[in-house]
């Protein structure tokens, strides 16, 4: 099939309309179509004539849509019977094109005497343009009544219908399955591209990403810039994430102001994250609605993202379920998470509050002194995270883990160890230890941040005490790396929570750990009367003498009565902490002013911690 050329540039005003209003027809190089194939056989069988075609004019070529009899190929437009009929008003009719000075250059064009006889009604769209011809040829010349060419030229208006009906149900198409307004797919025929993606990468074990994306303030911009406004949004939204997504991708409209986006050439796990940031950097940006910047950022919601195992419906569901988590924790995107996702309603709700617990400074630090076993002087002090909404202290133990499974501890112990180390700068503390957990450790960025918090407060290396749980060491291996690296920074790592875990003696002896802790579930039964009280005197001792024969200092924790601490200092522990020496507690900076605060400024008196 010959593909239609380009258009010069010096086309004469009314071909290039002419053209214009062809194209619109989407006609041309389309497959045969039986409504147009019974015309041209109507046409032939009412004529009595061998032939009869439907022909439209390009700029340089006759293009046959449907035929019937004689042969039909396509031919140069300056050779083409039909251009005289373009040319016209009324059927042209050519009774003997040997001897009609129009037609006698190329007689034969369609094959060897086929087309002596010519009679050809132009085909006029409801504008009035000229784009074809419907024609009626015979091998011999004949005449054409007035009452013939009237019938010529209702066929041609049949024709006409045809493609009107044709448009038409075309436009029905697109309707069904495209969004009016954006121009999208909507939510039809991305279910249908979904099912047709998702086979294909389960067929080819490919990763597919779906993304549910809703406009956060979209019924605010209804609500006072009107309806019209809110159409206007939508379309900028279409735009924009368009314009942010590869071509490869499929943005749809699901309805509202919803839409989603399928990433079908995800080869790396963080392809998908680095589209949805930078997704959720371009709804940062305002539109312009009436004159009006307006600010609608956007919830993202992502799920899939391995080799595609999932249904359609699977899919869907937890990418919705993503996205109203990403919606309650303050927008931005998020990917499914069957831990977070199944949360109760509750714990949902405290995530929620989490994701701006820094931002709007209601985490504090509080302080508990250690002191040295023997003379009971203050040596440290351990940094204890407290969160104080408005409703009230929220206990670590409500909220560290939901913290860990959503990955918030992360930056909130970068912001625990940026105050913890300004206490030490500014001096009111001489060594601070902060809990630090695995997933912190994991990041690729951990020891170079810690670097540059040495580096910004000036503070000493061995001044800061990093503590890890037994659950952290696990599989040590995977961390000895990081951990020599913290190391050669002189900072120290204790070992919290000694006895509640899994460590080996082996990784006590290969890691860089420089310090022991002793769960408080030892201390207590330490005054139990009888043999309850004889075991766990000896399983302290034991421990201590484990401590000792790898050369590492020991701290009892959860120390309350001066019996508890009489016997540890009797097993030979190193440092006591305990309510018995303080109570966790925040620090008063002299003199006022929140640049000289650590957590929050206390009411009330201040409580009897020693700093040193």
């Known amino acids: 099939m010959t593909l239609r050329q380009s258009r010069p540039t010096t086309i004469p005003a009314g071909e290039a309309l002419r053209l214009d209003a062809l194209d619109r027809l989407d006609i041309l190089d389309s497959v045969p179509e039986p409504q147009f194939d019974r015309i041209v056989e109507l046409a032939a069988q009412y004529f009595d004539t061998p032939g009869a075609l439907i022909t439209f004019l390009d700029h340089k070529r006759q293009w046959v849509k449907a035929a019937y009899g004689m042969a039909h190929p396509e031919v140069p437009r300056n050779e083409s019977y039909c251009t005289h009929t373009i040319a016209q008003d009324n059927v042209l009719v050519i009774q003997d094109a040997a001897c009609d000075p129009r037609t006698r250059d190329h007689v034969g064009a369609l094959g060897t005497e086929q087309a002596r006889f010519y009679a050809g009604a132009p085909l006029v769209t409801p504008d009035g343009f000229k784009v074809g011809a419907l024609c009626?040829?015979?091998?011999?010349?004949?005449?054409?009544?007035?009452?013939?060419?009237?019938?010529?030229?209702?066929?041609?208006?049949?024709?006409?219908?045809?493609?009107?009906?044709?448009?038409?149900?075309?436009?029905?198409?697109?309707?069904?399955?495209?969004?009016?307004?954006?121009?999208?797919?909507?939510?039809?025929?991305?279910?249908?591209?979904?099912?047709?993606?998702?086979?294909?990468?389960?067929?080819?074990?490919?990763?597919?990403?779906?993304?549910?994306?809703?406009?956060?303030?979209?019924?605010?911009?209804?609500?006072?810039?009107?309806?019209?406004?809110?159409?206007?949004?939508?379309?900028?939204?279409?735009?924009?994430?368009?314009?942010?997504?590869?071509?490869?991708?499929?943005v749809a409209r699901?309805?509202?102001?919803?839409?989603?986006?399928?990433?079908?050439?995800?080869?790396?796990?963080?392809?998908?994250?680095?589209?949805?940031?930078?997704?959720?950097?371009?709804?940062?940006?305002?539109?312009?609605?009436?004159?009006?910047?307006?600010?609608?950022?956007?919830?993202?919601?992502?799920?899939?993202?391995?080799p595609a195992t999932h249904d359609v419906a699977t899919l869907l569901r937890h990418a919705d379920q993503a996205m109203y988590r990403a919606k309650r924790t303050g927008g931005g995107y998020a990917v499914f998470n069957a831990q977070l996702d199944d949360l109760p309603v509750q714990d949902v709700e405290l995530l929620a509050a989490l994701h701006h617990a820094i931002p709007r400074g209601e985490l504090e630090l509080h302080f508990q002194p250690v002191v040295d076993a023997g003379t009971t002087s203050v040596v440290g002090h351990e940094a204890l995270l407290r969160w104080r909404r408005p409703s009230g202290l929220v206990p670590p133990t409500d909220f560290i883990a939901l913290a860990e499974t959503a990955g918030l501890i992360v930056p909130i112990g970068r912001w625990v160890l940026g105050?913890?180390?300004?206490?030490?700068?500014?001096?009111?503390?001489?060594?601070?230890?902060?809990?630090?957990?695995?997933?912190?450790?994991?990041?690729?960025?951990?020891?170079?941040?810690?670097?540059?918090?040495?580096?910004?407060?000036?503070?000493?290396?061995?001044?800061?005490?990093?503590?890890?749980?037994?659950?952290?060491?696990?599989?040590?291996?995977?961390?000895?790396?990081?951990?020599?690296?913290?190391?050669?920074?002189?900072?120290?790592?204790?070992?919290?929570?000694?006895?509640?875990?899994?460590?080996?003696?082996?990784?006590?002896?290969?890691?860089?750990?420089?310090?022991?802790?002793?769960?408080?579930?030892?201390?207590?039964?330490?005054?139990a009367r009888g043999p309850a009280g004889a075991r766990a005197f000896k399983a302290l001792r034991g421990m201590v003498m484990v401590a000792d024969a790898y050369g590492l200092p020991t701290v009892a924790e959860g120390v309350e009565t001066s019996v508890q601490a009489e016997l540890l200092r009797e097993v030979g522990c190193t440092y006591l902490q305990g309510y018995l020496f303080g109570r966790p507690a925040p620090l008063e900076w002299p003199g006022s002013g929140d640049d000289r605060e650590i957590g929050r400024p206390q009411s009330g008196p201040v409580a009897a911690v020693a700093c040193t």
């Open 254 to 306: 699901m309805g509202g102001d919803e839409f989603t986006v399928l990433l079908a050439d995800v080869t790396a796990a963080g392809d998908a994250e680095r589209v949805a940031e930078r997704i959720c950097r371009a709804f940062q940006e305002p539109f312009v609605l009436e004159g009006h910047e307006v600010y609608v950022p956007c919830s993202l919601g992502l799920s899939g993202g391995e």
């Open 419 to 527: 105050k913890a180390a300004d206490a030490v700068r500014r001096g009111v503390l001489k060594r601070v230890s902060i809990n630090v957990s695995g997933l912190e450790l994991q990041q690729p960025d951990y020891v170079p941040a810690l670097a540059r918090v040495l580096a910004d407060t000036g503070i000493h290396p061995h001044s800061l005490v990093l503590e890890l749980t037994e659950s952290t060491l696990l599989d040590p291996h995977r961390l000895t790396t990081v951990l020599e690296d913290i190391a050669q920074l002189g900072v120290a790592v204790a070992l919290d929570d000694f006895g509640t875990g899994y460590s080996s003696l082996t990784a006590l002896a290969s890691l860089p750990i420089q310090l022991l802790k002793i769960d408080r579930s030892f201390i207590a039964p330490l005054e």
């Open 136 to 250: 009626v040829l015979d091998t011999r010349p004949r005449d054409f009544g007035h009452k013939d060419e009237r019938a010529l030229t209702l066929l041609a208006t049949l024709v006409m219908d045809e493609l009107a009906l044709r448009q038409a149900t075309d436009r029905l198409g697109r309707l069904a399955l495209h969004d009016s307004l954006t121009g999208l797919p909507n939510r039809l025929q991305f279910r249908q591209l979904l099912g047709q993606a998702l086979t294909h990468a389960q067929h080819a074990g490919e990763r597919l990403v779906l993304g549910l994306l809703d406009l956060d303030r979209f019924k605010l911009v209804n609500d006072t810039l009107g309806h019209a406004a809110g159409d206007h949004l939508l379309q900028l939204a279409a735009e924009r994430l368009r314009h942010v997504t590869s071509t490869g991708d499929i």
